[in-house]
């Protein structure tokens, strides 16, 4: 009988944990599953000056487009032989755009995407390319996954190399809007910056005993970091040194007691900030990071969230696995 009692009261406190752990659902679920015929996992999404033109990229050679604004999406097979690739970024400007791919692949259109040319990259590149950003016509910088920085303006035919010695083997690499870069080591136990104008990376250790997921910038210049176990972190505004005392803002957890991996972080608004990670986990706060509610209604979707990316505060889109892709369609306004 004693043993008995025992149990219903560990079970009444589990559960009392349970729900003090409940984050609010969100009164309105803005996500619309999208099921594309493949099995790739997606890794990057853009489109051209036209808002409704728009790529899909992804293991297994995935090569999708849209023209309705990635309400619909159409496979697109380029001629690459037997060659296997997983393409991890695509970008625009304009009309003309990038995608980039391992092992080692650069393909480069001028005409919004009816033609794709295969650019030749070095045997000597350090790396696989990692990351590709269209800047201007003829214009686009690339980055490999040991932190070789590279930029062309004749349209891939030359390159300049901006930083003489890599970061070595990067778990992500991402890029500000402005052309700085941050790298979380293979193994997330440090991670390391670059500015326009230096010669090499800088590193830093990690502050805490967390291992490092992923590290970006937000649209203010703040960098953040999604670290294991589910926790957030922030840099304070205009931090000048990641090393000195008082550079990062408290840590953040947005579901607390629970062990959900997150693996992506991104602003659709200066407050509106969207969390995705494994098994279909999706938070999001509205007060930047103050207070956080669920999207209990994707949970069931049967993949991980691997990369939140909105094209505009109406235009987003969530990466998954096995042909999985969640639209962004804002609440209609009343009339």
Known sequence: M????????????????????????????????????????????????????GWLVGTKNALFESTDGGETWQERKL???????SFNAVSFDGQEGWITG?????????????????????DKLPGAPDGVIALGPQTAEMVTDLGAIYRTKNGGR???????GAVGVAR??????????????????????????????????????RRLQRM???EDGRIWLIARGGQLQFTKPDVANLDE????????????????????????????????????????????????????EVESVPTNFYKIDFISPDQGFILGQDGIVLKYTPKAEAA
Do not use: M
Not at 79 to 85: I, M, N, R
Not at 253 to 275: A, F, H, K, M, Q
């Open 2 to 53: 004693r043993r008995l009692k025992q149990i219903v009261i560990l079970l009444i406190v589990c559960v009392f944990c349970i729900s003090c752990s409940r984050l609010p659902s969100i009164s309105y679920n803005p996500w619309k599953v999208l099921n594309l015929q493949t099995d790739a996992t997606f890794s990057d999404v853009a489109f051209t000056s036209d808002p409704n033109h």
């Open 79 to 85: 001629d690459l032989g037997d060659e296997k690739v």
């Open 102 to 122: 391992k092992p080692a692949i650069l393909l480069h259109t001028e005409d919004g995407g009816k033609t794709w040319s295969r650019i030749p990259l070095s």
């Open 158 to 164: 030359t390159w300049q190399a901006l930083v003489e």
């Open 172 to 209: 992500t690499i991402e890029r500000s809007t402005d052309g700085k870069y941050v790298a979380v080591s293979a193994r997330g136990n440090f991670y390391s910056t670059w500015t326009p104008g230096d010669s090499e990376w800088k590193p830093y250790n990690r502050n805490s005993s």
């Open 216 to 218: 970006g910038y937000s």
């Open 245 to 296: 005392e008082g550079a990062w803002d408290e840590v953040i957890y947005p579901e607390p007691g629970t062990s959900w991996g997150l693996l992506d972080i991104t602003y659709r608004t200066p407050e509106e900030i969207w969390v995705a990670g494994g098994s279909g986990n999706l938070l999001v706060s509205f007060d930047n990071g103050k207070t956080w509610e669920k999207d209990r």
